[in-house]
């Protein structure tokens, strides 16, 4: 236990700038309590002593704001940052060197059965708010930028965004305009706003070319008029 506590603060001081020391990770990290606390819980799991397991889970959750399920598998070096709002369902794997922003949720849609959560893999970054419904896999070393809604699978080396997400990039090549950086979640495209640019441009177009054709139209009149004369 003391080898697996340290293994997650080393994780914590490698991947968070704000952490200063290990004393401070480890007294004031809700994300590393809440981890720590589902290792145990799982271990109950995992021994069918399920009362006992969701009643360390619940405490968990009333004290980080985090809520795992017990029965939820996860790898090592997992990174919970902030934590508040997440929520990882029953059948949800999570791989090993992973990092989860705050507001994520790990669920199911409700129409499954048996395995009901997303299994996520390898150095899967998911941001804050992010939506991931369903028993798929989204990818080793795939991003998940913030708020996005996930509801199939997302093939590996991917970047998933938007509402439905969808992948605009794909080992490092651009589908659609993008651009990824590691822990990155801001420089990330939102589709909405690509389309209402899109719209913007369209808009403009058609401005100039009423403004064109009521210039025409008063050069006609002013034609006629002369010609009248």
Not at 10 to 38: F, K, M, Q, T
Not at 39 to 67: C, D, N, P, V
Not at 86 to 92: D, K, L, N, R
Request: charge should be positive; hydrophobic fraction near 40%.
């Amino acid at each position: 236990m003391l080898k697996t506590i340290k293994e997650e603060i080393n994780v914590i001081l490698e991947r968070d700038p704000a952490a200063r020391n290990w004393l401070e990770v480890l007294l004031l990290y809700p994300g590393l309590h809440a981890i720590l606390s589902h290792r145990i819980a799982h271990w109950f799991y995992s021994h069918k002593m399920f009362f006992i397991a969701r009643a360390i889970s619940q405490l968990s959750r009333f004290f980080t704001g985090i809520e795992i399920h017990p029965g939820a598998k996860i790898g090592k070096g997992l990174f919970i940052d902030h934590g508040m709002g997440v929520v990882i369902g029953e059948t949800t794997v999570i791989g090993d060197n992973c990092t989860i922003y705050q507001g994520v949720t790990l669920g199911g849609t409700g129409k499954d059965k048996g395995k009901r959560h997303p299994t996520i893999g390898n150095n899967v970054l998911i941001g804050a708010g992010a939506k991931v419904l369903g028993p798929f896999t989204v990818g080793d070393n795939s991003k998940i930028a913030a708020n996005a809604v996930v509801l199939r699978e997302v093939e590996p080396n991917s970047t998933c965004v938007g509402v439905p997400g969808r992948v605009v990039i794909k080992d490092n090549k651009k589908i659609a305009s993008a651009r990824g950086v590691d822990l990155d979640q801001i420089h990330l495209p939102d589709p909405i706003s690509i389309e209402l640019c899109k719209l913007l441009v369209k808009l403009e177009n058609l401005s100039q070319e009423l403004h064109d054709c009521q210039l025409r139209q008063q050069n006609n009149n002013k034609n006629t008029v002369e010609s009248e004369k």
